[in-house]
């Protein structure tokens, strides 16, 4: 069964400052994707970025950037110029490619923004 | 095109009692995935249905969660007895039969159970 680790479980930045945030996950397919939701104190799930396994090319999405390394099974979040409206908990989720699709969400990571 | 809807947003519950909560999909969507988040948690994923079919109930437990989603209406999760340890957040998901990989989530319901 996949399994998905974040080991941060809380994190604290100051607004304007670059934050990173982990991820690693275990599976034996080839084929999947790779997310990270945020879930503000609305508690509502957003998508924040997205990467399919077989693309190499890192995801980004305006502050939001991904670095993938598929070999060591890590999907790092990186937030540029971070702002106080990023404060939320964010999930790290895998998807296979086939099947179910059912998302493997992660513990969550609890970011601060500081202003 | 409105989001995915659940009702009701808030539900209490006294043990012993059914729950019923609501997913309305996205239009176009005939995929819905539920999940269960509990306090402190990530969600985790209970089920998974198509219209008039259940394709994977692998995370609901044994007893007392069943799940449906008529030809017609909403998909509906029902607990029935209730207990104190369901009390969570149930967040539903729907996605386009083209691209089962974007799914888009509800509000959620949050269940308390007394």
């Known amino acids: 069964a996949q399994t998905v680790t974040q080991s941060q479980p809380e994190m604290s930045v100051q607004e304007a400052e670059t934050v990173t945030l982990s991820c690693t996950y275990d599976t034996s397919e080839s084929n999947y994707y790779l997310f990270w939701y945020k879930q503000p104190p609305s508690r509502q799930m957003i998508l924040v970025i997205r990467?399919?396994?077989?693309?190499?090319q890192n995801a980004t999405e305006n502050r939001f950037s991904v670095n993938f390394q598929k070999a060591a099974k890590s999907f790092s979040l990186k937030i540029s110029d971070s702002q106080l409206g990023d404060t939320a908990m964010y999930f790290c989720?895998?998807?296979?490619?086939?099947?179910?699709?059912?998302?493997?969400f992660g513990q969550g990571t609890r970011l601060t923004i500081n202003p | 095109n409105a989001g995915v809807m659940q009702n009701p947003r808030h539900l209490v519950r006294r043990r012993g009692q059914e729950a019923r909560l609501r997913c309305s999909p996205m239009?176009?969507?005939?995929?819905v995935y539920w999940y269960r988040q509990l306090p402190e948690e990530g969600l985790k994923f209970m089920v998974y249905l198509q219209k008039e079919n259940i394709i994977d109930e692998s995370g609901m437990p044994k007893e007392r969660f069943s799940a449906e989603f008529p030809k017609e209406g909403p998909s509906i999760l029902r607990i029935q007895q209730v207990v104190r340890g369901d009390s969570a957040a149930y967040f539903c998901?729907?996605?386009?039969?083209?691209?089962?990989?974007?799914?888009?989530f509800g509000p959620g319901t949050r269940l308390l159970v007394l």
């Open positions: 990467q399919e396994a077989y693309k190499q």
């Open positions: 989720a895998f998807m296979e490619s086939q099947g179910a699709q059912k998302l493997v």
């Open positions: 239009k176009g969507h005939s995929h």
């Open positions: 998901a729907s996605s386009p039969p083209t691209r089962r990989e974007t799914q888009y």
